[in-house]
């Protein structure tokens, strides 16, 4: 796994992406995206500009571990059950598969995890409903592990968290569209955070928006 330390080398230096972008004429809108490790690709000129402007060689922009991951989301068609598993390589070879069942608990109005109701008193009550927030709890169901993607430096650590806050939030997202089309319109963007990352389990909170419902017309 390769990623940046641009935003390690500007805290070094208290200096913002704004006043980078204005001394390397690169837009905002890109030092934003590779200073959260977001560009999946960012070509030598871009590198060649930073590295010359903050000081540093190409060995203080990146970041390199031979591990790496996969993670997928997976609805078991038949029992309706939710995983997530999270396949782990070291130097391109799978070394384990970690296994969590997903349970989800639903809240309303507020970003917080403390006001627990059911699916079908959300739908009847959908007219007093603004926030929908999920905490998605990933229960380990296996023993595989692997030392070297638990002890992993801080920055990739990090960049794992945020890779897995992307794939469940768009799923659970997804599901929440789907289950309450008839009531709702979300908005288009979700908030969300791993909250927990207890032991050998996760916790994700996952909050998203009203924007309109769907009122059924007296006619």
Known sequence: MLINRLAILLAERSMSGARLAS????????????T?????????ET???????LGV??????DYSPIDYEIKYF???????????IKILDRDRPVATLEYKVDL????????????????????NYQQVEIVTVKVCLKKQN???YDKFTKLPSNFQNIFTN??????????????IQEFKEEFVFAKNSSGHVDQLLSEDIQIIVSSKIVDCKFELPF
């Open 23 to 34: 001394d390397t004429g690169i837009a905002q809108s890109t030092i934003s995206k590779i």
């Open 36 to 44: 959260s490790n977001k560009s999946k690709q960012v070509d030598y």
């Open 47 to 53: 590198v060649n500009k930073i590295c010359n402007t």
């Open 57 to 62: 060689t190409s060995d203080d922009f990146f």
């Open 75 to 85: 609805i078991n068609e038949d029992s309706g059950d939710i995983f997530t598993f």
């Open 105 to 124: 608990e639903f809240h309303i109005n507020t970003n917080k995890p403390d006001n627990l109701v059911g699916i079908e008193e959300i739908k009847r």
């Open 143 to 145: 023993k595989e592990t």
């Open 163 to 176: 890779d897995l806050l992307q794939v469940v939030g768009k799923n659970i997202k997804e599901y929440l």
